[in-house]
């Protein structure tokens, strides 16, 4: 008797490799990119939704590239960089320090993607003990929760709400002179 498909989420389930944790990780990644896309929305911050809508079809290319063909290329990496720098221009003063993440709904959002990108990179790094992995995967994923980063803070500076610094009774926070003045960062 043929098994329902009604009854199988993802083909690769019961696989024991660490690409289908993988695989999972990603699609969670996506999912989160398309919920922050909605939230940027409502808060009407075209620049970012329109960077979010083409990031959001990357994660999928990013998700397919360790079973299937490499589809992650040297340009898409230059280009995702470039919106890095679009965005550290804006909120340089912002990210001198540790932040909460918090603020708005679709900065919230976006610092769940910075969070499932740095899961995804660190999946991928359990499945490159089993197999090989392109570097330019990591690559993309690593700037991909910083660019997730730096769009929530530019998503706070937006709409005016000022980013709270974390200050770590865990490590010591390195101090930074500035005119004279030591600072903490």
Request: charged share 25%; aromatic share 10%.
């Amino acid at each position: 008797m043929k098994k329902d498909a009604r009854y199988s989420c993802y083909p690769f389930m019961r696989e024991k490799a660490s690409t289908v944790d993988f695989e999972i990780r990603t699609d969670s990644l996506t999912t989160h990119l398309g919920v922050a896309l909605a939230a940027v929305k409502k808060e009407d911050v075209q620049v970012v939704a329109e960077d979010l809508l083409l990031m959001l079809p990357m994660a999928y290319h990013v998700n397919g590239s360790v079973r299937g063909k490499l589809a992650v290329t040297e340009e898409d990496l230059s280009w995702l960089s470039e919106r890095y720098d679009f965005y550290v221009r804006h909120v340089k003063e912002e990210i001198q320090s540790f932040v909460l993440p918090q603020g708005t709904e679709a900065a919230a959002a976006l610092h769940l993607c910075r969070s499932e990108a740095k899961k995804s990179y660190r999946t991928l790094h359990k499945v490159s003990e089993e197999r090989e992995v392109p570097a330019i995967l990591f690559d993309y994923l690593g700037l991909l929760a910083n660019v997730c980063f730096v769009m929530a803070v530019f998503m706070n500076q937006q709409a005016g709400i000022a980013e709270i610094p974390f200050i770590s009774k865990s490590y010591p926070m390195k101090k930074k002179k500035e005119n004279n003045n030591e600072k903490s960062i």
